[in-house]
């Protein structure tokens, strides 16, 4: 396997543990005002991969890359929304069930 395709294979790993059901939080506990930077860098790092889809795919179209590296980029930025929409459900779902709590 080239380093690429490794690269990937350990992002979408490291995803796949983030989204487990048995996930722990452990140290990244959202406290105080640590939390919103964080969801803030999680935001920005989410932006830089789509950013990254388009600067490639832009190279492609005048020839300063292959389409090797367009797929990748596009499988990377396709595995980061599931993860985003996977968070954003888990978050949906923790307030129905907050909501569900008798008072």
Same mark, same amino acid.
């Given at each position: 396997?080239? %380093? ?6 350990? /992002? $979408?790993?490291?995803? /796949? @543990?983030?989204?487990? %059901?048995?996930? &722990? #939080?452990?140290?990244? @506990?959202?406290?105080? *005002?640590?939390? %919103? *930077? @964080?969801?803030?860098?999680? =935001?920005?790092?989410?932006? &830089?991969?789509?950013?990254? +889809?388009? @600067?490639? *795919? /832009?190279?492609?179209?005048?020839? &300063? ?18 993860? =985003? +929409?996977? +968070? ?6 923790? $307030?129905?069930? #907050?909501?569900?709590? %008798?008072?």
């Amino acid at each position: 396997m080239d %380093p690429a395709t490794l690269g990937a294979l350990r /992002q $979408y790993q490291t995803a /796949q @543990k983030a989204i487990a %059901p048995d996930a &722990k #939080l452990g140290s990244a @506990k959202l406290s105080g *005002s640590d939390g %919103p *930077s @964080k969801i803030a860098k999680g =935001a920005e790092e989410f932006a &830089k991969i789509f950013d990254n +889809v388009e @600067k490639t *795919s /832009q190279a492609v179209s005048v020839g &300063k890359a292959d389409a090797h590296s367009v797929v990748e980029a596009m499988a990377t930025a396709e595995m980061a929304l599931e993860t =985003a +929409v996977t +968070v954003r459900n888990r978050v949906v779902e923790a $307030y129905q069930e #907050l909501l569900r709590m %008798p008072v």
